[in-house]
């Protein structure tokens, strides 16, 4: 069992910054991915972002590459997204993932069995 819990997000104007952590805890490893997922009103779930614990890979959609960054702090077991230059599109329910999924499904959202709990990000224009 994992247990994955968010904090940060809220309401910004269009150009801003937001960041966004999300603290694993529970059965963890090293072997895991932390994936970051988006969720509109009326839309499915998409990825965002995705970053491997061991060697610390990192995976961007190409609608948030060069905006967006996930780093992690080992000794925190949390993983960040820094959101910058945010617009309104970027508007959506963040979710945090955890699981192994290989390279090819890392941006799947079925690839991922552990999910905090959302946190609502609101660009205003």
């Known amino acids: 069992q994992v247990q994955l819990v968010q904090s940060g997000g809220g309401l910004v104007q269009a150009g801003g910054s937001l960041r966004l952590s999300c603290t694993a805890s529970g059965r963890t490893s090293s072997s895991y991915v932390m994936g970051w997922f988006r969720q509109s009103p009326g839309k499915e779930r998409q990825f965002v972002a995705a970053l491997r614990w061991n060697g610390g890979s990192t995976y961007y959609a190409d609608s948030v590459k060069g905006r967006f960054t996930v780093s992690r702090d080992n000794a925190k077991n949390t993983v960040y997204l820094q959101m910058n230059s945010l617009r309104p599109e970027d508007t959506a329910v963040y979710y945090c993932?955890?699981?192994?999924?290989?390279?090819?499904?890392?941006?799947?959202?079925?690839?991922?069995?552990?999910w905090g709990q959302g946190t609502q990000v609101t660009v205003s224009s």
């Open positions: 993932a955890a699981d192994m999924p290989p390279t090819s499904t890392i941006a799947t959202m079925r690839s991922y069995d552990w």
